[in-house]
């Protein structure tokens, strides 16, 4: 049964092309790669389950074989216990018959009359005796012989039986070697998937870096109030969109409550695209908060994607500053940060879109 179960999974493990030759971690995207590795992962489930059938059945095996063994041991004791009973059974009766043809010797010399009259009638008693005697041990050893026939008939049965379960033993045993090379390889394919997706997915960070940090800088050289330009941090992702904002805080618009960490940051200067998110988003006011809480400042920024556009933007001392409460320049800078990075995606949903 657990064979049955085993081999169809394992001609199925055979039917995947295990050695695919993978590609260059330059040559592939990132979403590529993510689905590539999610493949391997469910093969590689699919094996280890195989594996785990493959040993069970290693198993069952293996016990046929030990219980053939415990069976054939206890015939083979019988046997020999028989053999016993029959060398004692002729032990036996043969003394009887000596003793009795002695005893019967010895009462007929007692006299002449014993010798001569009643000499030949217990000549004829013994003679009878040892043939009653004679027929009685073949009579139990032929029993005897019977049994010991029919047990080695069975010891036969037995080490036959043996002999296809050592054989089918040994082809459980390939199969569970089979698959433990499969999922080795396997295991060495999704190893080198990882790799090359994490290859992919920091050159793709350092893209988006690059890009938010070229954007920055241009923005910042289009300001009438231009000094100085962000310079790249260390991680970006994708932001989530923000809904339009109803309500706003009291701060003051364009100051900080923080101490503003970045009083010479020069304000850059926005494209068609962010000035209508401004006005779409806030109306203008770099104070506001969304009536739940979650989206703050002149572009309703969440804080989690606040934080990653902040990196990006070379402006780490703002991580974890609520963006309602960065001045102007940081918001503006942010913005064209996150929008040098994923584009009108954080926005998707708003009418400047």
């Not at 027929?135 to 050893?141: A, C, D, L, R, S």
């Not at 209508?276 to 988003?281: G, I, L, N, T, W």
């Not at 572009?299 to 902040?310: E, G, H, L």
Request: aromatic fraction near 4%.
């Amino acid at each position: 049964m657990f064979r049955a179960l085993c081999l169809p999974l394992l001609v199925a493990a055979a039917s995947v092309p295990l050695g695919a030759a993978l590609r260059p971690a330059g040559a592939a995207t990132v979403g590529d790669l993510r689905s590539e590795a999610a493949t391997v992962s469910q093969r590689l489930v699919l094996e280890q389950l195989q594996d785990d059938a493959a040993l069970q059945a290693t198993s069952v095996a293996s016990a046929r074989v030990t219980a053939d063994d415990q069976a054939i041991a206890q015939i083979e004791q019988q046997l020999t216990a028989d053999q016993k009973a029959i060398d004692q059974h002729l032990h036996v009766v043969q003394n009887q018959a000596i003793e009795s043809y002695i005893n019967s010797g010895a009462d007929s010399s007692s006299s002449d009359t014993t010798l001569f009259d009643g000499g030949t009638t217990q000549a004829q008693e013994a003679s009878e005796y040892a043939s009653l005697a004679v027929g009685n041990i073949t009579t139990q050893m032929d029993q005897l012989h019977t049994a010991q026939q029919k047990l080695q008939a069975q010891e036969a049965a037995l080490q036959a039986r043996q002999n296809q379960d050592r054989a089918d033993q040994a082809r459980q045993s390939a199969d569970l070697a089979q698959a433990n090379a499969a999922t080795a390889a396997l295991q060495a394919q999704q190893a080198q998937v990882t790799g090359q997706l994490a290859s992919a997915v920091a050159a793709q960070q350092a893209a988006q870096r690059q890009a938010a940090a070229a954007a920055v800088a241009r923005a910042s050289k289009s300001s009438p109030r231009t000094t100085t330009t962000a310079t790249i941090a260390t991680v970006s992702s994708t932001a989530n969109p923000a809904p339009t904002a109803t309500t706003s805080s009291p701060a003051p618009s364009g100051s900080s409550s923080n101490g503003d960490p970045y009083p010479n940051l020069p304000d850059p200067a926005l494209n068609a695209f962010l000035t209508c998110v401004v006005q779409a988003e806030s109306g203008g006011d770099y104070s506001i908060v969304s009536p739940n809480g979650i989206y703050m400042g002149a572009f309703q920024f969440s804080q989690p994607t606040w934080n990653t556009a902040a990196s990006a933007a070379g402006l780490p001392l703002l991580v974890g500053v609520p963006p309602n409460e960065a001045t102007k320049p940081e918001q503006d800078t942010v913005a064209v940060a996150l929008y040098a990075m994923d584009g009108e995606q954080p926005w998707l949903g708003d009418r400047c879109s």
